[in-house]
């Protein structure tokens, strides 16, 4: 009887652990898990913190019994994996709640050890709390409970945020600190900062630029400014979790994490690793990418019990498709972000959009902003970002299935999406931004957000008096593009022979000046995005 041996549950491990069941009913299948709960939410955690999802147990999904029971597989929590013994395929593992150690052999060997909370050398920071596990929400929770008012939240990431907007749900004045100059690295600034103003809104007062240099009892200093914290929460990124494989002459990055080939087998015969502790492929170029995401880990456990019970499968390379949302309000991205483009010297073009996520006659419409990055020579889609409260999710998850069918940004334009008032737009906002990306395509000019501060071009509101008025941008002249035609001497005199830079709220005004000057001999060039993508642009340089 083959023997496999997982090392860590939860996503990859209990994904890779039922599937080798379902694949050969004969194999003898253990799996050693180091805290108390093997098969758990890790995701929904913050939520039950903060009371959105009320029962813990929901939180439980299976136990070392049910997975007995149903999968005939020997789950033992509370065992920690301390070694690998290579030659004799062979590890060392130590029981927590007794103390005592034991070696267990193995055919296969699949480690899932996921990853642990990075802890920087700040004076106090051992009273900051991570949230990881359910121990750590128990944890948590109790430091939470009684006379507490004020809790401090260490890092803008995925957790970060989760954390501090379920705090704020409990009644506690949070404030959020952040050492970059925006929350959610992964989001580019304009994006980001939609988010950002939600959870001010939500009353969560969001520190960036701020770097935490103590923790006292009682208070965090992050730039020379106490913040009161009667509890604090650290949510600063993970590392993985893998110092037992050290001697075991498993091939690692230097970050740690462990490499594998297209069918999660590391460099050492019969074993293999996934999730949170090792490198994926990125879809773009090929190179390592960490990306602790859950649909990866269960995806990637399915493949290796495949692969180890003989089927010639191999994982594909990732996106970094992700979504987080508070306060009714959500970011959503995959792909590469233009701050990563940009960094790799990559050529791309940016196209911003802001359309509802419904049609605006029916009620309850709700503005998005959707940002698209597009290789200029061949069309290829290299990332998309969303924010909106409401249709975010969808179009994501549309353009990255695009992306993964190998269509082009033009190619948007022409899907058939599912259309009814109530749920879209005839134009659906993902073909309306294929129809954008397609009118660059055939010619017309667009200039960034952050390109405008040092543009010398005149600059031409196209927006009625009143927008004009009320949400300027400095140095611009107000023609409303219905009067372009009238004033078309005036416009030729701001040109002085050049080109002029259009602008509205959103962008389709600005659309519709380009044309029309372009008819009357004006070079024009449109303000990706109009206002509302210049406004979030510079508020996210503070």
Known sequence: ?????????????????????????????????????????????????????????????????????????????????????????????????????????????????????????????????????????????????????TAVVIGGGFIGVEVAENLQHRGLAVTLIEAAPQIMAPFDPEIAILLQRRLQDGGIDVRTNAMVTAISETTVTANDENFPADVVIAAIGVRPDAAFISDAGITTAKSGHILVDEHGRTNVPNIYALGDAVMKRDFLDGSDNPLPLAQNANRHGRVIADVITGRSVTTKPVYGTSIIGAFGFAIAGTGWNEKRLKAAGREYRAIHTHPVNHAGYYPGAKQMTIKLLVDPATDQILG?????????????????????????????????????????????????IGMVNDNIVAGERTIQWHELTSSTMPLIDVRTPGEFESEPIPGAVNIPVDDLRSRIEEVRALANGGPVVVHCRVGLRGHIAVRTLAGLGVEAINLDGGYLTWEAGIASQG
């Open 1 to 149: 009887m083959a023997r496999t041996i997982i090392v860590g549950g939860v996503a990859g491990g209990m994904s890779t652990a039922t599937r080798l069941r379902r694949n050969d009913e004969a194999r003898d299948i253990t799996v050693f898990e180091r805290s108390g709960y093997v098969s758990f939410a890790n995701c929904g955690l913050p939520y039950h913190l903060g009371g959105v999802i009320e029962s813990r147990d929901a939180l439980l999904l299976q136990t070392p019994h049910s997975l007995g029971e149903r999968f005939n597989i020997d789950v033992r929590v509370r065992h920690e994996v301390l070694a690998i013994d290579t030659t004799a395929q062979t590890v060392l593992v130590r029981d927590l709640a007794t103390g005592t150690d034991s070696t267990e052999s193995y055919d296969d060997l699949v480690l899932a050890p996921g990853a642990q909370p990075f802890t920087p050398p700040i004076p106090g920071i051992e009273r900051a709390a991570g949230l990881r596990t359910v121990e750590d929400l128990d944890h948590i929770k109790e430091l939470v409970s009684g006379d507490v008012k």
């Open 384 to 432: 998309a970002q969303a924010a909106g409260e409401q249709g975010v999710d969808k179009r994501i998850d549309v353009i990255l299935t695009a992306m993964a069918g190998g269509l082009t940004a033009s190619d948007l334009a022409d899907l058939e999406l599912a259309y009814a008032p109530q749920f879209g737009m005839a134009k659906d906002p993902v073909a309306l």
